[in-house]
């Protein structure tokens, strides 16, 4: 029988998968997440956000080094509290393999980790070389997030009022059946009150709003829309998992000062510019891999169960329009001390 060529079926059945190393990446990138994960929960609850950042974004690194990729990170985390941190521009993965841009966030909600609450994640995201847009010389932006009927109904240059309004008719809810994320910050004390008196509920996220954004782009949660100004960063990285879902996003980089404003327009940023999920990250083939540190919404946190720790993960892919949970089992003493366990 003739050799089929690469990446082409034969008789008996499809080409190997080694043909397609992307289609593995993000199998091999949850190990890191896990890891970050696992590597946290020792610090939940005991009060010191950097300890548990540095915990997780070593072991981030360590599994990453390991990985068949050539990774160049684009959206880092550490700058803006000074916190431990995965650096931009540096360079990620075994050199061998499929050449990525990369966003992480070891912890998204060190915050919530350190305090033991809801809702932490170990997050990564991974679309090809020089397609994720370097946000990095400004740490916020201002963003909007739906599911596919946002699309050509909601405008994050409306006021919150009228988008609210619109998604109703769109989804044929009720205003009063809407359910509206938004970080719980000062900031944010006249949008709050905007969605209230639009005839909305409010879902106040305590920190980290990757969450928030996944949950308002996904079927059947409780989360109908994600808006507010939240880390350039997790904007960037969710905007790879939105595009698996088949969502709707927006986003405005917002300066907090006029010398942070300066820094995006000398990096080549249009500072007011409504960037889309196309202008965020270029592309169909983005993934997203995310590990619960803490029980939420979108997975359940690291359990420890005698020598067992169980993880949960979520996986999103934009080019299969997939998204795949995991549940693992580790051997604790692979990870302990053998006094801890």
């Known amino acids: 029988m003739p050799i089929a060529p690469l990446n082409e079926p034969t008789i008996d059945g499809p080409a190997p998968l080694f043909h397609h190393p992307d289609r593995n990446l993000a199998l091999e990138l949850v190990r890191a997440t896990e890891a970050a994960a696992i590597r946290a929960v020792p610090w939940i609850g005991k009060g010191d956000k950097n300890a548990a950042d540095k915990a997780a974004v070593d072991a981030m690194r360590a599994f990453l080094s390991t990985v068949d990729f050539d990774g160049v990170i684009v959206i880092g985390e550490g700058e803006k509290d000074e916190a431990p941190m995965l650096f931009n521009g540096e360079r990620v993965g075994s050199g061998r393999g499929p050449a990525c841009d990369i966003a992480v966030d070891p912890i998204d909600g060190t915050s919530l980790t350190a305090a033991g609450r809801s809702h932490a994640l170990s997050v990564l995201a991974v679309s090809e070389r020089g397609t994720m847009l370097d946000a990095s010389s400004v740490f916020y932006m201002d963003k909007i997030v739906t599911g ?158 005698g020598g067992i720790i169980r993880t949960e993960s979520v996986v999103l892919r934009s080019k299969s329009g997939t998204l795949r949970r995991i549940e693992a089992e580790h051997l604790a003493e692979k990870w302990l001390d053998p006094s801890d366990i």
């Open 148 to 305: 596919p009927e946002g699309f050509g109904v909601v405008d994050i240059e409306r006021p919150i009022g009228d988008n609210i309004r619109a998604l109703a008719r769109a989804l044929g809810k009720d205003v009063g059946d809407l359910r509206v994320a938004v970080l719980d910050r000062p900031r944010h004390e006249q949008l709050i009150a905007d969605i209230r008196a639009a005839g909305a509920g409010t879902r106040l996220i305590l920190d980290g709003d990757v969450a928030g954004g996944i949950n308002a782009a996904r079927l059947g949660t409780r989360i109908d829309m994600c808006v507010g100004i939240g880390g350039s960063p997790e904007g960037i990285t969710t905007a790879c998992a939105v595009k698996a879902l088949g969502g709707f996003m927006q986003g405005r980089l917002a300066p907090k000062d006029a010398a942070e404003r300066e820094r995006g327009i000398a990096a080549g940023l249009d500072i007011d510019a409504v960037l889309t999920l196309d202008d965020m990250v270029r592309g169909d083939n983005t993934f997203f891999v995310a590990t619960g540190v803490t029980d939420g919404a979108l997975v359940n946190g690291v359990k420890r169960e």
